[in-house]
Protein backbone atom coordinates (compact mmCIF):
# COMPACT_ATOMS: atom_id res chain seq x y z
CA UNK A 1 0.00 0.00 0.00
CA UNK A 2 1.37 3.47 -0.37
CA UNK A 3 1.04 5.76 2.40
CA UNK A 4 -1.95 7.40 3.73
CA UNK A 5 -2.12 11.24 2.78
CA UNK A 6 -3.65 13.63 4.98
CA UNK A 7 -6.92 15.13 3.29
CA UNK A 8 -5.10 18.25 2.55
CA UNK A 9 -3.92 18.76 -0.73
CA UNK A 10 -0.92 16.76 -0.88
CA UNK A 11 1.12 19.49 -2.74
CA UNK A 12 1.26 21.39 0.19
CA UNK A 13 5.27 21.74 0.83
CA UNK A 14 7.24 21.37 4.14
CA UNK A 15 10.14 21.50 5.15
CA UNK A 16 11.23 20.14 8.18
CA UNK A 17 14.02 20.48 10.44
CA UNK A 18 14.35 19.09 13.70
CA UNK A 19 16.41 21.05 16.13
CA UNK A 20 16.44 18.66 19.13
CA UNK A 21 19.04 17.31 21.00
CA UNK A 22 18.80 13.80 22.92
CA UNK A 23 19.62 13.85 26.44
CA UNK A 24 20.74 10.51 28.50
CA UNK A 25 19.06 9.74 32.28
CA UNK A 26 21.71 10.30 34.44
CA UNK A 27 23.85 6.67 35.12
CA UNK A 28 22.39 4.29 37.42
CA UNK A 29 20.26 1.87 35.83
CA UNK A 30 21.60 -1.33 35.24
CA UNK A 31 22.79 -2.24 32.26
CA UNK A 32 20.22 -5.41 31.05
CA UNK A 33 17.95 -5.48 28.12
CA UNK A 34 14.89 -4.62 28.61
CA UNK A 35 13.54 -7.36 28.59
CA UNK A 36 16.13 -8.93 31.04
CA UNK A 37 17.87 -11.01 27.92
CA UNK A 38 19.70 -10.35 25.09
CA UNK A 39 22.34 -8.12 23.98
CA UNK A 40 22.60 -4.49 26.67
CA UNK A 41 19.79 -2.18 25.43
CA UNK A 42 19.84 -0.13 28.64
CA UNK A 43 21.45 2.93 26.98
CA UNK A 44 18.65 2.88 24.66
CA UNK A 45 16.01 2.75 27.28
CA UNK A 46 17.36 5.76 29.43
CA UNK A 47 16.80 8.29 26.75
CA UNK A 48 14.80 11.33 27.25
CA UNK A 49 13.68 13.41 24.16
CA UNK A 50 14.49 17.13 24.13
CA UNK A 51 11.63 18.90 22.55
CA UNK A 52 12.06 22.19 20.94
CA UNK A 53 9.81 23.95 17.91
CA UNK A 54 9.91 22.24 14.47
CA UNK A 55 11.98 24.75 11.59
CA UNK A 56 11.64 25.30 8.28
CA UNK A 57 8.55 27.43 6.16
CA UNK A 58 4.99 26.34 7.12
CA UNK A 59 5.57 24.57 9.94
CA UNK A 60 2.94 24.96 12.64
CA UNK A 61 3.86 26.70 15.46
CA UNK A 62 2.97 24.54 18.13
CA UNK A 63 4.38 21.69 16.48
CA UNK A 64 7.46 20.55 18.42
CA UNK A 65 10.12 17.97 16.95
CA UNK A 66 13.05 15.61 18.69
CA UNK A 67 14.74 12.92 18.05
CA UNK A 68 15.68 9.48 19.64
CA UNK A 69 18.69 7.36 19.14
CA UNK A 70 18.32 3.25 18.43
CA UNK A 71 20.20 0.76 17.85
CA UNK A 72 21.06 0.03 13.66
CA UNK A 73 21.01 -3.83 14.57
CA UNK A 74 19.18 -4.72 18.03
CA UNK A 75 21.07 -8.42 18.03
CA UNK A 76 24.74 -6.10 17.62
CA UNK A 77 24.07 -3.09 19.38
CA UNK A 78 27.58 -1.97 19.46
CA UNK A 79 27.95 -1.97 15.42
CA UNK A 80 26.00 1.07 15.08
CA UNK A 81 23.31 3.44 15.64
CA UNK A 82 20.57 5.78 14.10
CA UNK A 83 18.36 8.65 14.96
CA UNK A 84 14.80 8.85 14.33
CA UNK A 85 13.26 11.96 13.81
CA UNK A 86 9.90 12.90 15.92
CA UNK A 87 7.01 15.42 16.05
CA UNK A 88 4.49 16.01 18.68
CA UNK A 89 1.44 18.08 19.46
CA UNK A 90 1.29 18.71 23.38
CA UNK A 91 -1.47 17.40 25.31
CA UNK A 92 -4.38 20.70 26.22
CA UNK A 93 -6.08 18.36 28.63
CA UNK A 94 -4.88 16.75 31.21
CA UNK A 95 -2.31 14.94 30.00
CA UNK A 96 -2.73 10.72 30.50
CA UNK A 97 0.67 10.00 28.27
CA UNK A 98 1.11 10.27 24.51
CA UNK A 99 -0.46 8.50 21.55
CA UNK A 100 1.72 7.41 18.66
CA UNK A 101 0.62 7.82 15.13
CA UNK A 102 2.17 6.17 11.74
CA UNK A 103 0.36 7.10 8.98
CA UNK A 104 1.13 4.18 6.93
CA UNK A 105 3.29 3.25 3.28
CA UNK A 106 5.56 1.82 4.25
CA UNK A 107 7.29 4.71 3.27
CA UNK A 108 5.27 7.81 4.31
CA UNK A 109 6.89 10.22 6.72
CA UNK A 110 5.28 10.84 9.48
CA UNK A 111 6.70 14.38 10.79
CA UNK A 112 5.59 16.35 7.67
CA UNK A 113 2.52 14.36 7.66
CA UNK A 114 1.45 15.36 10.79
CA UNK A 115 2.37 19.12 10.12
CA UNK A 116 0.15 19.13 6.71
CA UNK A 117 -2.90 17.34 8.65
CA UNK A 118 -2.42 17.80 11.97
CA UNK A 119 -5.91 19.00 12.53
CA UNK A 120 -7.53 15.99 12.32
CA UNK A 121 -5.78 14.56 15.67
CA UNK A 122 -6.40 17.59 17.79
CA UNK A 123 -9.13 15.80 19.54
CA UNK A 124 -6.60 13.29 21.05
CA UNK A 125 -4.96 16.37 22.83
CA UNK A 126 -7.76 16.06 24.69
CA UNK A 127 -5.70 13.48 26.70
CA UNK A 128 -2.37 13.03 24.78
CA UNK A 129 0.69 14.00 23.25
CA UNK A 130 -0.29 13.41 19.23
CA UNK A 131 3.41 11.97 18.05
CA UNK A 132 4.82 10.91 15.22
CA UNK A 133 8.49 9.89 13.59
CA UNK A 134 10.02 8.89 10.75
CA UNK A 135 10.66 5.25 10.48
CA UNK A 136 13.78 3.96 9.84
CA UNK A 137 15.43 4.79 6.05
CA UNK A 138 12.10 6.90 5.82
CA UNK A 139 12.35 10.93 5.94
CA UNK A 140 14.83 12.26 7.68
CA UNK A 141 15.87 8.88 9.15
CA UNK A 142 18.70 7.86 7.46
CA UNK A 143 16.30 7.69 3.95
CA UNK A 144 17.11 4.90 1.46
CA UNK A 145 17.23 5.62 -1.88
CA UNK A 146 17.20 3.61 -5.00
CA UNK A 147 19.05 6.14 -7.54
CA UNK A 148 18.19 4.88 -10.85
CA UNK A 149 17.43 1.23 -9.51
CA UNK A 150 13.93 1.64 -10.07
CA UNK A 151 13.94 2.86 -13.50
CA UNK A 152 16.44 -0.30 -14.27
CA UNK A 153 13.56 -2.65 -12.66
CA UNK A 154 11.21 -0.84 -14.68
CA UNK A 155 12.41 -1.99 -17.54
CA UNK A 156 12.20 -5.43 -17.16
CA UNK A 157 8.86 -5.38 -16.97
CA UNK A 158 8.61 -3.09 -19.83
CA UNK A 159 5.90 -4.73 -22.48
CA UNK A 160 8.59 -4.43 -25.08
CA UNK A 161 11.11 -6.39 -22.78
CA UNK A 162 12.40 -9.88 -24.58
CA UNK A 163 11.39 -12.79 -22.61
CA UNK A 164 13.08 -14.92 -24.78
CA UNK A 165 16.71 -13.31 -23.59
CA UNK A 166 15.87 -13.89 -19.67
CA UNK A 167 19.83 -13.58 -18.41
CA UNK A 168 18.89 -9.87 -19.94
CA UNK A 169 15.72 -9.28 -17.28
CA UNK A 170 17.73 -10.71 -14.49
CA UNK A 171 20.78 -8.44 -15.21
CA UNK A 172 18.53 -5.49 -14.54
CA UNK A 173 16.87 -6.52 -11.64
CA UNK A 174 20.09 -7.66 -10.06
CA UNK A 175 20.72 -4.06 -10.94
CA UNK A 176 17.96 -2.38 -9.44
CA UNK A 177 19.00 -4.50 -6.28
CA UNK A 178 22.79 -3.33 -6.29
CA UNK A 179 21.62 0.36 -7.00
CA UNK A 180 19.17 0.61 -4.09
CA UNK A 181 21.97 -0.76 -2.05
CA UNK A 182 25.05 1.98 -3.44
CA UNK A 183 22.38 4.69 -2.79
CA UNK A 184 20.99 3.68 0.68
CA UNK A 185 23.80 3.27 2.91
CA UNK A 186 23.80 0.80 5.82
CA UNK A 187 20.42 1.29 7.10
CA UNK A 188 19.21 -0.80 4.25
CA UNK A 189 19.87 -4.55 5.85
CA UNK A 190 18.36 -3.75 9.47
CA UNK A 191 14.95 -2.14 7.36
CA UNK A 192 11.84 -3.58 7.94
CA UNK A 193 8.69 -3.74 10.33
CA UNK A 194 10.18 -6.28 12.54
CA UNK A 195 13.14 -3.70 13.38
CA UNK A 196 10.87 -0.56 13.19
CA UNK A 197 8.86 -2.21 16.48
CA UNK A 198 11.45 -2.67 18.58
CA UNK A 199 12.21 0.93 17.76
CA UNK A 200 8.91 2.03 18.81
CA UNK A 201 9.53 0.11 22.11
CA UNK A 202 11.87 2.37 22.36
CA UNK A 203 10.36 5.77 21.71
CA UNK A 204 7.57 4.38 24.25
CA UNK A 205 9.97 4.34 26.95
CA UNK A 206 11.72 7.97 25.95
CA UNK A 207 8.44 9.24 25.95
CA UNK A 208 7.94 8.13 29.48
CA UNK A 209 4.80 5.75 28.75
CA UNK A 210 4.44 2.60 30.76
CA UNK A 211 2.55 0.85 27.70
CA UNK A 212 1.88 1.95 23.80
CA UNK A 213 -0.68 3.72 22.48
CA UNK A 214 -0.90 3.38 18.84
CA UNK A 215 -2.93 5.03 16.13
CA UNK A 216 -1.34 2.92 12.61
CA UNK A 217 -2.98 3.29 9.31
CA UNK A 218 -2.43 1.19 6.17
CA UNK A 219 0.87 -0.18 6.49
CA UNK A 220 0.60 1.26 10.04
CA UNK A 221 -1.48 -1.43 10.94
CA UNK A 222 1.09 -4.10 10.18
CA UNK A 223 3.62 -2.50 12.14
CA UNK A 224 1.10 -2.23 14.93
CA UNK A 225 0.30 -6.17 14.66
CA UNK A 226 3.97 -6.39 14.93
CA UNK A 227 4.48 -4.81 18.04
CA UNK A 228 1.20 -6.23 19.74
CA UNK A 229 3.37 -9.52 19.32
CA UNK A 230 6.36 -8.66 19.69
CA UNK A 231 5.85 -6.46 23.40
CA UNK A 232 1.88 -7.98 24.02
CA UNK A 233 2.46 -6.67 27.74
CA UNK A 234 3.30 -3.03 26.69
CA UNK A 235 -0.08 -3.05 24.35
CA UNK A 236 -2.07 0.06 26.06
CA UNK A 237 -5.01 1.04 23.91
CA UNK A 238 -4.27 0.30 20.01
CA UNK A 239 -5.98 1.57 17.24
CA UNK A 240 -5.35 -0.74 13.39
CA UNK A 241 -7.55 1.53 10.65
CA UNK A 242 -6.94 0.40 6.87
CA UNK A 243 -5.97 -3.27 8.13
CA UNK A 244 -3.34 -4.47 6.14
CA UNK A 245 -2.83 -8.95 5.90
CA UNK A 246 0.05 -10.76 7.36
CA UNK A 247 -0.21 -14.03 5.26
CA UNK A 248 -0.56 -13.11 1.55
CA UNK A 249 2.61 -12.93 -0.55
CA UNK A 250 3.53 -9.55 -2.31
CA UNK A 251 2.80 -11.46 -5.89
CA UNK A 252 -1.07 -11.60 -4.22
CA UNK A 253 -0.88 -8.46 -2.72
CA UNK A 254 -0.28 -6.61 -5.76
CA UNK A 255 -2.77 -8.22 -7.96
CA UNK A 256 -5.57 -7.22 -5.23
CA UNK A 257 -3.81 -3.36 -4.77
CA UNK A 258 -3.75 -3.27 -8.41
CA UNK A 259 -6.89 -3.98 -8.91
CA UNK A 260 -8.29 -1.82 -5.76
CA UNK A 261 -6.33 1.11 -7.75
CA UNK A 262 -7.78 0.89 -11.16
CA UNK A 263 -11.50 0.76 -9.75
CA UNK A 264 -10.59 4.25 -7.51
CA UNK A 265 -9.34 5.47 -10.66
CA UNK A 266 -12.21 4.78 -13.28
CA UNK A 267 -14.31 6.22 -10.09
CA UNK A 268 -11.94 9.61 -10.25
CA UNK A 269 -12.30 9.43 -14.06
CA UNK A 270 -16.17 9.20 -13.72
CA UNK A 271 -16.31 12.59 -11.37
CA UNK A 272 -13.99 14.27 -13.15
CA UNK A 273 -15.88 14.07 -16.70
CA UNK A 274 -18.72 15.74 -14.86
CA UNK A 275 -16.20 18.66 -14.66
CA UNK A 276 -16.07 20.99 -17.97
CA UNK A 277 -12.28 21.56 -17.06
CA UNK A 278 -11.34 17.88 -16.94
CA UNK A 279 -8.27 17.31 -18.65
CA UNK A 280 -9.95 14.12 -20.08
CA UNK A 281 -12.77 15.81 -21.57
CA UNK A 282 -16.24 14.58 -20.30
CA UNK A 283 -16.42 11.04 -22.06
CA UNK A 284 -15.14 9.01 -19.14
CA UNK A 285 -14.72 5.89 -21.09
CA UNK A 286 -12.51 7.94 -23.43
CA UNK A 287 -11.21 9.42 -20.59
CA UNK A 288 -10.04 6.17 -19.02
CA UNK A 289 -8.07 5.39 -22.12
CA UNK A 290 -6.44 8.80 -21.77
CA UNK A 291 -5.13 8.02 -18.82
CA UNK A 292 -3.36 4.97 -20.01
CA UNK A 293 -2.65 7.15 -23.65
CA UNK A 294 -0.50 9.45 -21.11
CA UNK A 295 0.88 6.90 -19.27
CA UNK A 296 2.73 5.00 -21.86
CA UNK A 297 3.77 8.48 -23.76
CA UNK A 298 5.34 9.60 -20.44
CA UNK A 299 7.26 5.89 -20.57
CA UNK A 300 8.61 6.72 -23.93
CA UNK A 301 9.02 10.22 -23.89
CA UNK A 302 9.62 11.59 -20.08
CA UNK A 303 9.21 15.22 -19.71
CA UNK A 304 11.65 17.34 -17.18
CA UNK A 305 10.93 18.23 -14.29
CA UNK A 306 12.34 21.61 -12.56
CA UNK A 307 15.50 18.81 -10.55
CA UNK A 308 16.82 18.32 -13.92
CA UNK A 309 14.86 14.38 -13.29
CA UNK A 310 12.66 12.87 -16.02
CA UNK A 311 9.16 12.48 -15.00
CA UNK A 312 8.15 9.19 -16.67
CA UNK A 313 4.72 7.57 -16.69
CA UNK A 314 5.78 5.16 -14.32
CA UNK A 315 5.83 8.45 -12.01
CA UNK A 316 2.96 9.62 -12.65
CA UNK A 317 1.33 6.51 -11.88
CA UNK A 318 2.96 6.23 -8.65
CA UNK A 319 1.78 9.88 -8.02
CA UNK A 320 -1.97 9.40 -9.40
CA UNK A 321 -1.78 6.14 -6.80
CA UNK A 322 -0.78 8.27 -3.73
CA UNK A 323 -4.19 11.02 -4.41
CA UNK A 324 -6.93 8.19 -4.82
CA UNK A 325 -6.61 7.27 -1.61
CA UNK A 326 -9.08 9.71 -0.47
CA UNK A 327 -12.00 11.27 -2.52
CA UNK A 328 -10.94 15.09 -0.93
CA UNK A 329 -7.44 15.01 -3.07
CA UNK A 330 -9.29 14.42 -6.23
CA UNK A 331 -10.00 18.37 -7.20
CA UNK A 332 -6.26 18.88 -6.55
CA UNK A 333 -5.62 16.00 -8.88
CA UNK A 334 -7.51 16.96 -11.32
CA UNK A 335 -5.74 20.37 -11.32
CA UNK A 336 -2.50 18.49 -11.16
CA UNK A 337 -3.19 16.59 -13.96
CA UNK A 338 -4.27 19.53 -16.34
CA UNK A 339 -1.12 21.18 -15.56
CA UNK A 340 0.95 18.41 -16.86
CA UNK A 341 -1.71 17.50 -19.93
CA UNK A 342 -2.09 20.35 -20.92
CA UNK A 343 1.50 22.78 -20.09
CA UNK A 344 3.77 20.27 -19.35
CA UNK A 345 4.28 21.29 -15.81
CA UNK A 346 5.26 18.27 -13.51
CA UNK A 347 4.86 20.43 -10.31
CA UNK A 348 1.69 19.77 -9.42
CA UNK A 349 1.72 16.23 -9.76
CA UNK A 350 5.05 15.77 -8.20
CA UNK A 351 3.17 17.14 -4.84
CA UNK A 352 1.88 13.88 -5.00
CA UNK A 353 4.51 11.39 -6.03
CA UNK A 354 7.06 12.84 -3.34
CA UNK A 355 4.07 11.80 -0.71
CA UNK A 356 3.07 15.17 -0.13
CA UNK A 357 6.35 16.62 0.58
CA UNK A 358 8.33 19.00 -1.04
CA UNK A 359 10.66 17.67 -3.80
CA UNK A 360 14.09 17.39 -2.06
CA UNK A 361 17.97 16.35 -3.20
CA UNK A 362 19.84 13.00 -2.64
CA UNK A 363 21.79 13.32 0.22
CA UNK A 364 22.03 10.42 2.57
CA UNK A 365 22.64 10.12 6.32
CA UNK A 366 26.20 10.32 7.46
CA UNK A 367 26.84 8.19 10.56
CA UNK A 368 23.07 7.57 11.21
CA UNK A 369 22.22 11.68 12.28
CA UNK A 370 19.01 12.78 11.42
CA UNK A 371 19.36 14.24 7.17
CA UNK A 372 17.93 17.92 6.54
CA UNK A 373 14.89 17.98 4.70
CA UNK A 374 15.90 19.39 2.03
CA UNK A 375 18.47 16.19 1.80
CA UNK A 376 15.70 13.83 1.64
CA UNK A 377 16.13 11.81 -1.75
CA UNK A 378 13.33 12.86 -3.93
CA UNK A 379 12.66 8.80 -4.74
CA UNK A 380 12.34 7.77 -0.98
CA UNK A 381 8.62 7.27 -0.72
CA UNK A 382 8.81 4.59 -3.07
CA UNK A 383 12.86 3.02 -2.59
CA UNK A 384 11.57 3.07 1.40
CA UNK A 385 8.61 0.98 0.14
CA UNK A 386 9.97 -1.28 -1.85
CA UNK A 387 12.75 -2.07 1.14
CA UNK A 388 10.24 -3.19 4.22
CA UNK A 389 8.13 -4.73 2.02
CA UNK A 390 10.67 -6.88 0.73
CA UNK A 391 12.32 -6.92 4.28
CA UNK A 392 9.01 -8.15 5.56
CA UNK A 393 8.49 -11.10 2.85
CA UNK A 394 11.01 -14.31 3.29
CA UNK A 395 9.57 -15.07 -0.30
CA UNK A 396 11.79 -14.53 -3.07
CA UNK A 397 10.92 -15.20 -6.65
CA UNK A 398 13.72 -17.71 -8.58
CA UNK A 399 15.71 -16.57 -11.48
CA UNK A 400 13.66 -19.77 -12.99
CA UNK A 401 10.64 -18.62 -11.88
CA UNK A 402 10.68 -15.11 -13.36
CA UNK A 403 12.00 -15.95 -16.93
CA UNK A 404 9.38 -19.00 -17.28
CA UNK A 405 6.73 -16.63 -15.46
CA UNK A 406 7.65 -13.13 -16.57
CA UNK A 407 5.24 -13.02 -19.40
CA UNK A 408 2.15 -14.72 -17.91
CA UNK A 409 2.72 -12.03 -14.62
CA UNK A 410 2.79 -9.50 -17.18
CA UNK A 411 -0.55 -10.01 -18.54
CA UNK A 412 -2.04 -10.72 -15.31
CA UNK A 413 -0.78 -7.59 -13.95
CA UNK A 414 -2.11 -5.55 -16.99
CA UNK A 415 -5.84 -7.42 -16.44
CA UNK A 416 -5.45 -6.34 -13.15
CA UNK A 417 -5.15 -2.87 -14.17
CA UNK A 418 -3.98 -1.13 -17.68
CA UNK A 419 -2.32 1.94 -15.51
CA UNK A 420 -1.69 0.23 -12.34
CA UNK A 421 -0.57 -3.38 -13.05
CA UNK A 422 3.21 -2.68 -14.15
CA UNK A 423 3.84 -0.33 -11.44
CA UNK A 424 2.69 -2.87 -9.03
CA UNK A 425 5.05 -6.07 -10.58
CA UNK A 426 7.97 -3.86 -10.58
CA UNK A 427 7.25 -3.81 -6.33
CA UNK A 428 6.85 -7.17 -6.76
CA UNK A 429 10.17 -8.09 -8.73
CA UNK A 430 12.12 -5.62 -7.18
CA UNK A 431 12.68 -8.16 -4.18
CA UNK A 432 14.80 -10.14 -6.66
CA UNK A 433 18.68 -9.91 -5.74
CA UNK A 434 18.27 -8.93 -2.76
CA UNK A 435 18.26 -10.62 0.90
CA UNK A 436 15.56 -12.88 1.91
CA UNK A 437 12.92 -11.33 4.02
CA UNK A 438 11.91 -12.42 7.60
CA UNK A 439 9.32 -14.97 8.49
CA UNK A 440 8.58 -13.61 11.63
CA UNK A 441 5.56 -11.97 10.87
CA UNK A 442 3.91 -14.76 8.35
CA UNK A 443 4.77 -17.31 11.24
CA UNK A 444 4.92 -15.44 14.23
CA UNK A 445 2.22 -12.80 14.77
CA UNK A 446 -0.46 -14.88 15.91
CA UNK A 447 -2.77 -15.59 18.77
CA UNK A 448 -1.82 -12.43 20.61
CA UNK A 449 -2.75 -12.42 24.39
CA UNK A 450 -2.58 -8.28 24.79
CA UNK A 451 -5.14 -5.59 25.70
CA UNK A 452 -7.84 -5.61 23.27
CA UNK A 453 -7.36 -3.85 20.04
CA UNK A 454 -9.58 -2.42 17.44
CA UNK A 455 -9.45 -3.00 13.66
CA UNK A 456 -11.21 -0.92 11.12
CA UNK A 457 -12.19 -2.17 8.08
CA UNK A 458 -13.54 0.12 5.53
CA UNK A 459 -16.09 -1.97 2.86
CA UNK A 460 -14.74 0.53 -0.34
CA UNK A 461 -11.01 0.54 0.76
CA UNK A 462 -9.12 0.87 -2.58
CA UNK A 463 -5.90 -0.80 -1.10
CA UNK A 464 -6.15 -2.82 2.29
CA UNK A 465 -9.45 -5.05 1.19
CA UNK A 466 -12.31 -5.52 3.98
CA UNK A 467 -11.71 -9.10 4.34
CA UNK A 468 -8.14 -8.17 5.33
CA UNK A 469 -9.19 -7.04 8.11
CA UNK A 470 -11.65 -10.37 9.27
CA UNK A 471 -8.58 -12.16 8.25
CA UNK A 472 -6.20 -9.82 10.48
CA UNK A 473 -8.69 -10.21 13.55
CA UNK A 474 -9.12 -13.63 13.42
CA UNK A 475 -5.41 -14.19 13.30
CA UNK A 476 -4.45 -12.12 16.25
CA UNK A 477 -7.25 -13.62 18.23
CA UNK A 478 -9.40 -12.43 20.78
CA UNK A 479 -7.41 -9.24 21.01
CA UNK A 480 -8.89 -8.19 18.37
CA UNK A 481 -12.03 -6.41 18.33
CA UNK A 482 -13.32 -5.33 14.54
CA UNK A 483 -15.00 -1.79 13.71
CA UNK A 484 -17.29 -2.67 10.00
CA UNK A 485 -16.92 1.08 8.46
CA UNK A 486 -19.21 0.77 5.56
CA UNK A 487 -17.86 3.67 3.44
CA UNK A 488 -15.34 4.41 0.87
CA UNK A 489 -11.52 5.34 0.84
CA UNK A 490 -8.87 4.27 2.17
CA UNK A 491 -9.45 3.80 5.99
CA UNK A 492 -11.92 5.23 7.99
CA UNK A 493 -10.79 7.64 10.53
CA UNK A 494 -10.34 10.61 8.50
CA UNK A 495 -13.41 10.24 6.20
CA UNK A 496 -16.12 9.17 8.43
CA UNK A 497 -17.26 11.02 11.74
CA UNK A 498 -18.72 7.87 13.06
CA UNK A 499 -15.03 5.85 12.82
CA UNK A 500 -13.50 9.19 14.20
CA UNK A 501 -15.62 9.17 17.23
CA UNK A 502 -15.57 5.23 18.14
CA UNK A 503 -11.58 5.38 17.73
CA UNK A 504 -11.37 9.02 19.97
CA UNK A 505 -13.23 7.33 22.29
CA UNK A 506 -11.61 3.97 22.70
CA UNK A 507 -8.12 5.84 22.88
CA UNK A 508 -9.37 8.95 25.19
CA UNK A 509 -11.67 7.02 27.59
CA UNK A 510 -11.28 3.32 26.62
CA UNK A 511 -14.89 3.14 25.18
CA UNK A 512 -14.11 -0.40 23.09
CA UNK A 513 -17.01 -0.76 20.79
CA UNK A 514 -18.55 -4.39 20.83
CA UNK A 515 -16.62 -6.41 18.19
CA UNK A 516 -19.22 -6.15 14.70
CA UNK A 517 -20.44 -2.47 15.44
CA UNK A 518 -20.59 -0.81 12.41
CA UNK A 519 -20.40 2.53 11.20
CA UNK A 520 -22.79 3.63 8.25
CA UNK A 521 -21.40 5.66 5.48
CA UNK A 522 -21.36 9.64 6.02
CA UNK A 523 -24.61 11.60 5.00
CA UNK A 524 -23.79 14.44 2.56
Avoid at 135 to 141: E, H
Avoid at 240 to 266: K, N, Y
Wanted: glycine share 12%; aromatic share 6%; charged share 25%.
Amino acid sequence: MLAKLSTRSAARRCAVTGTAALALLAAGLPAVASDGTGPDLSRFYRQKITWSRCKGDGMPADLQCGKVTVPLDYARPRTGTLDLALARYRATGKKRGSVLLNFGGPGGAGVPELAAGGKDFMGLTNGYDVVTFDPRGVGRSSPVSCGDGSDEASAATDKDTDVSDPQAVLRQLKQAADQCAKHSGPVLPYIGTVNASRDMDVMRQALGDKKLNYLGFSYGTRLGAVYAAQFPKKVGRLVLDGVDTLTEPMSEQGIAGAEGQQTALDDFVDWCAKDIACPFGQDARDGRDQVVQLVHSLDEDPVPTDLGQQFTGQDLVGAIGQALYSQDLWPSLERALAQLVEDGDTRGIMGFATGGMAPAGRGKADGGGLVDANDVPLDNLPAALMAINCADDPDRPSADRITRSLGRLRAEYEQASPVFGRYRLTEVLMCYGRPKGTDFIRDKVRDVHSAKMLLVGTRGDPATPYRWTVETAKRLGSSAVVLDNKGEGHTGYASSKCVHGKVDDFLLYGSLPPTGSSCGPDEE
